[in-house]
């Protein structure tokens, strides 16, 4: 793809600010990670299996996909990091949604491994020297800092905590 093709700061990247309101990295992370610790774990489990309309994942596929994509991104990250140049493929979330088994497992067991994954992560991008972080990352049609990834990641958390607190949470009332 020619550079003329791609997408400096693409359009996600201005939902990814918005939703991080101005927070630096580090803090991003931090504060994504106090939001997995805050998770009301009871009320989660009365919602259990329930989604808000038909077809719609459920608490423990949203869950599986924040762990999955966040691993994704690292990924993504720590290749950028490294300078070795390969550009990640594109994965579709609805196949690797179908193909999990997250509605087998607790929602403790899928918090406890988010809160690793996020712990791993933030020491990740803590590792990352100012030179790293503002290194410029080329994949698809996509061209935007390395950090963003990071903020990306925390971003993702907050739009599906989102959902989770304005579409399921009120299920619990429905009990």
Request: proline fraction near 2%; glycine fraction near 4%.
């Amino acid at each position: 793809m020619e550079k003329s093709e791609r997408k400096e700061n693409p359009e996600f990247l201005a939902y990814v600010y918005k939703l991080n309101e101005g927070t630096e990295l580090t803090a991003a992370l931090k504060l994504s990670l106090k939001a997995i610790n805050d998770l009301d774990m009871a009320q989660l489990n009365r919602i259990g299996l329930k989604t808000y309309e038909k077809d719609k994942w459920t608490i423990h596929k949203i869950l599986q996909h924040l762990i999955d994509w966040e691993r994704i991104w690292c990924f993504r990250a720590i290749i950028f990091a490294r300078g070795e140049g390969t550009i990640p493929d594109a994965h579709d979330q609805e196949i690797m949604g179908k193909n999990s088994n997250a509605d087998e497992l607790s929602i403790e067991q899928l918090v406890n491994e988010l809160r690793i994954v996020r712990q791993s992560t933030i020491m990740m991008f803590e590792s990352f020297s100012k030179k790293i972080l503002e290194k410029n990352c080329q994949f698809f049609e996509y061209e935007m800092p390395l950090f963003a990834i990071g903020l990306t990641i925390a971003a993702h958390q907050i739009h599906h905590f989102t959902i989770i607190k304005e579409r399921y949470i009120p299920l619990d009332k429905l009990t």
